[in-house]
T-cell receptor, first 111, second 112 residues
Framework: QKEVEQNSGPLSVPEGAIASLNCTYS??????FFWYRQYSGKSPELIMS????GDKEDGRFTAQLNKASQYVSLLIRDSQPSDSATYLC???????????FGSGTRLSIRP | EPEVTQTPSHQVTQMGQEVILRCVPI?????FYWYRQILGQKVEFLVS????????KSEIFDDQFSVERPDGSNFTLKIRSTKLEDSAMYFC??????????FGPGTRLTVL
């Protein structure tokens, strides 16, 4: 079983709409959860981290974590063309430990 | 804003040659990492380094790989005898040990 599962996409969303990205993970002992954004040919950029159940908002981004369902999601409000990228779901077992990445969901915002 | 830097941005080498990839982590960070991403595939963990020693390594990180912090600012990844399958983007990351890791721009390694 894959450790982190994401729909590879592409997910196409009109400009100004809400983009919803989903991820499931296999290991219940996972402690920390992350969303990274990766533009083509560039490095992963941390956009959200979440550690406890519930929602965490930062600007246009909201991360949601449900540990019982082993599910984490990312909502992007008022989607902009610059949000077009691959979004990587990731987790770590503990602070400072390795990060385990999913394969990513490609998001395309159409004008 | 402080950032992780990596050199070179692109390295081309012949199979069997040694390469050294260099990274300057964020200055107040204590935890250092190397990851790689083969074209079209996911980002994979290679090794973590803390307090001048390896704290964790993956099965990819075999005897051909080594890491070093030769001075107070640089963190290097050495591949002793490169193989074709080592061609990938190599990312250095650093963190304070509070979960978050920040990635450098990467070095694209091409092995011919």
């Amino acid at each position: 079983q894959k450790e982190v599962e994401q729909n590879s996409g592409p997910l196409s969303v009109p400009e100004g709409a809400i983009a919803s990205l989903n991820c499931t993970y296999s290991d219940r002992v996972s402690q920390s959860f992350f969303w990274y954004r990766q533009y083509s040919g560039k490095s992963p950029e941390l956009i959200m981290s979440i550690y406890s159940n519930g929602d965490k908002e930062d600007g246009r981004f909201t991360a949601q974590l449900n540990k019982a369902s082993q599910y984490v999601s990312l909502l992007i409000r008022d989607s902009q063309p610059s949000d077009s990228a691959t979004y990587l779901c990731a987790f770590a077992y503990s602070s400072a430990s390795k990060i385990i990445f999913g394969s990513g969901t490609r998001l395309s915002i159409r004008p | 804003e402080p950032e992780v830097t990596q050199t070179p941005s692109h390295q081309v080498t012949q199979m069997g040659q040694e390469v050294i990839l260099r990274c300057v982590p964020i200055s107040n960070h204590l935890y250092f990492y190397w990851y790689r991403q083969i074209l079209g595939q996911k980002v994979e963990f290679l090794v973590s380094f803390y307090n001048n020693e390896i704290s964790e390594k993956s099965e990819i990180f075999d005897d051909q790989f080594s890491v070093e912090r030769p001075d107070g600012s640089n963190f290097t990844l050495k591949i002793r005898s490169t193989k074709l399958e080592d061609s990938a983007m190599y990312f250095c990351a650093s963190g304070q040990g509070d979960n978050e890791q920040f990635f450098g721009p990467g070095t694209r390694l091409t092995v011919l």
